[in-house]
């Protein structure tokens, strides 16, 4: 089976690789670029673990397929802390004890980032139905909800 | 095995300090299960019965090995014959012999040089089956004219003229309980039903496995327990335990279901037959069908009370089925069902039951929430009926210190009251409710686990402290473990590095289950961290010149222990430890034991919920855990075990259930069918923490993680109950059975 | 001569007995005395059983000292969760 050849940019990087037309995106990170902090959680987009953006809109990369990428923009997990700081999300997360095991906080870390860009200001329940999407088996998400808040009120500050 | 009393003053025991492992976690660096990879490896891939019982009449590999990039097949005849027990259990689990027993039970695997192609030399692989009569339900299981999974496999206590599905039979009890029942102003008997629910871990179980044909291996896994996925793949595989090095990832979650092996040996097996190693990772669909999940249960209950709310008399029917295997936690159930209270006339009788559906595993508590679900309800019927507040009834029953539990020996020290006092006085339990809304309260006991235990501490050259421990950290307890630490040597905390070590680097550690892993390897901790101080000591001594025992360790420095001493300016740990290599050569610290005395946590829920009429939809308005931490080494986790165990039941008791077709397959198995609670669906979770010390650990310790599943499913219905006037006895409550109660109701 | 208190399931092992009595000082000399004066037990407690001395339940250390006053049940083999 003849492979594709995709051209893309990863948290701001120009990447390429090769894939089958049947690889997911989430395959392409993880197996090819070797970018494995997007997880598999269920394959199915009920579960949000992959989250990434793809030209700044929140996907499911386990929905996504690889040759998709071709020329588009893609944020993960791995491009959020930069220069060496992380960023408040980050940071208030380990502050609150927002995560246990922690196999879900980089899929909700980029899917609470995607929403204070779109919403700096969002409710406790705008916060909880925006990460619906993201399950956490873990912590029963109170302690999620306040380190969003709390870095939601900080990024506000400081803007 | 506390050399004294549990301490009491603190200088860093109870701060919320950041998790040592936090940046790692956030910026997407920590590696789960999945994320390891090898030069030369291959990808595994496990077919899987579509039927729920069904003989293996044939399998023929030949096109599948045919197909470019498979490099290796096996069946069960890959794995050695003769293993018997619990051994032979999981074997026959992990690949099915003569027989699939449910629908995704394993029968073949493939190693290629990708995953698809794995995948694609999977539909290669003919199987011929003879479909056979198949059972999931526990009750119709037990039933004359029932299927038989497997002849033979009951124990010594199942008396004669049981089906042969029944392979545990217990009973367990006191007193008199005709007279319990005649002394009652109010007898209430009622029956209920529990589904099976999913550990529901987001991390679905990974390896790489690198075996040799001279019997040497290498495993890296997602798993709560390394040493008893060496144990156990040895077994199933008949290797010398230490021939296999067993490496933990980091894991993304198990709440029981990752104390046991499915893939593991599989993927071994595969890499000794390549050649190379093998990485194989299960779909979420093989999660959900051939892994976890925890048994499901049928029970008949009866308590009697006194119009002044004391319990006279308790007994129970337990029936439970933890699929083709034995090994329902029927047990367990048995023993906690009423073991909140001082019940003088009680008595129990379980039945641990074989279908045609996956090997149960531990799940948070095993055996403790179907009980009290049961147990709890009947209680607030009792309430209900004689007029009597739910708290000040539970606490006129309360067990404490030297109470004779319902399971026989006296209580040492338990903090039951003291969350009930907790939840009484708590704002929660004063709101005013409105139309279709109710409040339910429940308490839960889980009475913890020690295990065997071994850690080690190493001071390096500039003072710093290395902890080597064999519990893997599922909820950060690295920082638990560093905090003890550096209590221990009086040390700030980011002086301490926590190690989670192979099985090539410490002695046997169970795993990280039984809410053990912060007592146990706690306790190991101090006191290797004891033992290393006293050689700190002991260098000190050396140095000025007087005996060991006059000096003593405090706040990071050896000092003379009083004027006799001498006269000397104390040294730091970092002092010493520059001169180690001249004084003596390395200090380091170790424990090895298997604790006993580990104390059982209980704990009290009250939620408010509001039933929406016109669709039976429960929404949980406000959620409390009051609960018995014994001492909270780190709050905020602390917090989190609560808040996530009260989660975790609530998704038990409102949407999760395991539902089977006629044919006996799993209908559900994705995450949008198996549904776990969003946070849209969720209030924030209060929470207070208890502090009832434990003796049986030197800082206090209680185990927190299980405790907290087992109040939420009778919390809820009670909630439920005084919302809708209608007593659930089927969960979990959704809102078409809901709505059916209401209906009928009216 | 301790006495211990067995689970209501074992008592048709040892003719009906609650409660029996071994000599033994430690865990493990109760469980091996238990076996020998009364075999109708040896297929439970072959199978695991767990103890609890004075309050506190031993999974499976036979070393824990148990003295003649002490409080004793046999209770079903106890796991982790």
Redesign the interface.
């Known amino acids: 089976m003849s492979k594709i050849h995709v051209t893309t940019k990863v948290n701001g990087d120009e990447v390429e690789y090769l894939c089958e037309p049947r690889e997911t995106l989430l395959d392409c990170l993880r197996d090819h670029l070797d970018l494995t902090g997007a997880k598999e959680g269920c394959g199915t987009g009920d579960c949000g673990a992959c989250s990434v953006t793809m030209d700044g809109r929140l996907v499911c990369s386990c929905l996504v397929l690889g040759a998709e990428a071709q020329g588009k923009e893609i944020a993960t997990i791995e491009g959020m802390a930069e220069d060496g700081a992380l960023h408040p999300l980050q940071r208030k997360f380990i502050e609150h004890a927002a995560l246990q095991c922690g196999i879900c906080t980089p899929g909700i870390l980029v899917a609470a980032k995607s929403l204070l860009e779109k919403n700096p200001d969002p409710t406790e329940t705008e916060m909880r139905y925006w990460l619906a999407g993201n399950l956490c088996r873990c912590t029963g998400y109170d302690k999620i909800i306040r380190a969003v808040m709390d870095a939601a009120a900080e990024m506000r500050e400081a803007s | 095995m506390a050399l004294d009393g549990p301490k009491q003053d603190f200088k860093y025991i109870g701060t919320?300090p950041?998790?040592p492992?936090?940046?790692d976690?956030?910026?997407?660096?920590?590696?789960?299960g999945?994320?390891f990879s090898m030069p030369g490896m291959l990808h595994g891939a496990i077919l899987r019965s579509p039927h729920a019982h069904a003989k293996i009449i044939k399998i023929d590999a030949t096109k599948a090995l045919a197909l470019k990039g498979v490099k290796a097949v096996v069946t069960r005849a890959d794995f050695p014959e003769g293993l018997e027990g619990e051994d032979w259990n999981i074997q026959e689990n992990v690949m099915a012999g003569e027989k699939a027993l449910y629908d995704g039970h394993a029968v073949a695997a493939v190693a290629a040089t990708s995953?698809?192609i794995a995948r694609d030399a999977l539909k290669l692989i003919e199987v011929e089956y003879e479909v056979l009569p198949h059972v999931t339900d526990v009750d119709k299981a037990m039933a004359e004219d029932a299927p038989v999974i497997r002849e033979g496999a009951a124990?010594?206590?199942v008396p004669e003229g049981m089906h042969p599905n029944v392979v545990r039979?217990?009973?367990?009890?006191?007193g008199d309980l005709e007279k319990g029942f005649a002394e009652a102003d109010l007898v209430i008997e009622e029956s209920f039903t529990t589904e099976a629910a999913h550990?529901?871990?987001?991390?679905?179980h990974a390896c790489v496995a690198n075996l040799g044909a001279d019997g040497k291996g290498d495993l890296w896994c997602c798993t709560q327990g390394h040493w008893f996925v060496r144990q156990m793949c040895t077994a199933v595989l008949g290797l010398e335990a230490t021939q296999l090095r067993v490496t933990p990832s980091?894991?993304?979650?198990?709440?029981?279901g990752k104390?046991t092996v499915f893939i593991d040996p599989v993927a071994l097996a595969l890499s000794r037959k390549a050649g190379r190693p093998v990485k194989l990772?299960m779909?979420?669909s093989e999660v959900l069908r051939a892994t976890g999940p925890t048994a499901s249960a049928s029970m008949d209950i009866k308590m009697g009370m006194t119009k002044e709310g004391k319990i006279t008399a308790a007994s129970g029917t337990f029936r439970m089925q933890g699929g083709a295997f034995p090994g329902a936690?029927v047990?367990?159930t048995?023993?906690l069902a009423f073991a909140n209270y001082d019940i003088e006339h009680v008595?129990h009788v379980g039945y641990d039951v074989m279908t045609n559906r996956p090997k149960q595993a531990?799940?948070?508590?095993?055996g403790a929430p179907m009980g009290a679900f049961a147990t709890e309800s009947v209680l607030d019927e009792l309430c209900r009926g004689l007029g009597l507040d739910p708290i000040e009834t539970r606490l006129k029953n309360a067990v404490k210190e030297g109470t004779p539990a319902t399971?026989?020996?006296?209580?040492?020290p338990v903090g039951l009251i003291e969350t009930l006092e907790e939840a009484r006085a708590h704002p929660n339990y004063s709101v005013k409710l409105g139309p279709n809304q109710g409040r339910g309260v429940a308490s839960g006991y889980?009475?913890n686990?020690?295990?065997e235990t071994s850690a080690s501490v190493a001071i390096g050259d500039d003072g710093s402290v290395q902890v080597s421990i064999g519990t893997v950290d599922?909820?950060?307890s690295r920082a638990s473990m560093a905090l003890m630490a550096a209590e221990a040597f009086g040390i700030p905390y980011e002086n301490v590095r926590v190690s989670i070590a192979d099985t090539g680097s410490l002695g046997i550690n169970?795993?990280t289950?039984?809410?053990?892993a912060t007592f146990a390897s706690g306790l190991a901790i101090i006191e290797a961290s004891r033992e290393a101080t006293r050689k700190l000591c002991q260098r000190a001594a050396d140095k000025w010149g007087i005996d060991a025992d006059a000096v003593t360790w405090e706040d990071g420095c050896a000092k003379p222990s009083g004027p006799n001493a001498g006269e000397f300016d104390p040294l730091t740990i970092a002092e010493i430890a520059a001169e180690m290599g001249s004084t003596g050569g390395p200090i380091s610290g170790h424990h090895e034991s298997?604790p006993?005395?580990?104390g059982g946590s209980f704990g009290t829920h009250v939620v408010d919920v509001e039933v929406d009429p016109e669709t039976g939809r429960t929404t949980i308005l406000r959620y409390l855990v009051v609960q018995d931490a014994g001492k909270a080494i780190?709050p905020?986790?602390v917090?989190?075990q609560f808040?996530?165990g009260?989660?975790?039941g609530i998704g038990w008791t409102l949407n999760e259930e395991y539902i089977y077709g006629e044919d006996g397959r799993l209908q559900n198995p994705?995450?949008?069918d198996y549904r776990?609670?969003?946070?849209?669906?969720?209030p924030?979770?209060d929470t207070v923490i208890v502090e009832v010390p434990n003796p049986?650990h030197p800082y206090g310790v209680r185990g927190v993680g299980?405790t907290g599943i087992t109040p939420p499913l009778p919390a809820i219905a009670n909630a439920v109950r005084d919302a809708i006037g209608v007593r659930m006895k089927k969960l979990p409550l959704t809102p078409p059975r809901v709505l059916a109660a209401i209906k009928a109701r009216d | 001569m301790v006495q211990v208190h067995l689970w209501s399931g074992l008592r048709p092992l040892v003719d009906g007995r609650e409660v029996v009595e071994v000599e033994g000082e430690t865990v493990g000399q109760l469980l091996d005395n238990l076996v020998k004066d009364y075999p109708g037990l040896k297929p439970a407690i072959d199978k695991g059983v767990s103890i609890s001395v004075d309050g506190q339940i031993i999974p499976k250390s036979r070393g824990v000292k148990v003295k003649d006053s002490s409080e004793v049940f046999l209770l079903q083999r106890l796991y982790a969760g």
């Not at chain 2, 039979?169 to 006191?174: D, T």
């Open positions: 919320r950041d998790r492992d936090g940046w976690k956030v910026t997407g660096k920590a590696r789960f999945a994320d995953q698809l124990d010594y206590s039979y217990m009973e367990s009890g006191r550990q529901g871990y987001i991390e679905p980091e894991i993304g979650g198990g709440f029981g104390t990772v779909s979420r936690p047990d367990v048995t023993m008595h531990a799940y948070r508590a095993p399971f026989g020996p006296k209580f040492p889980w009475m686990w020690g295990g599922i909820g950060g169970e795993p289950h039984g809410s053990r298997t006993d005395g580990f780190h905020a986790y917090e989190g808040q996530g009260a989660v975790q994705i995450f949008l776990v609670p969003v946070a849209s669906d969720l924030m979770i049986g299980e």
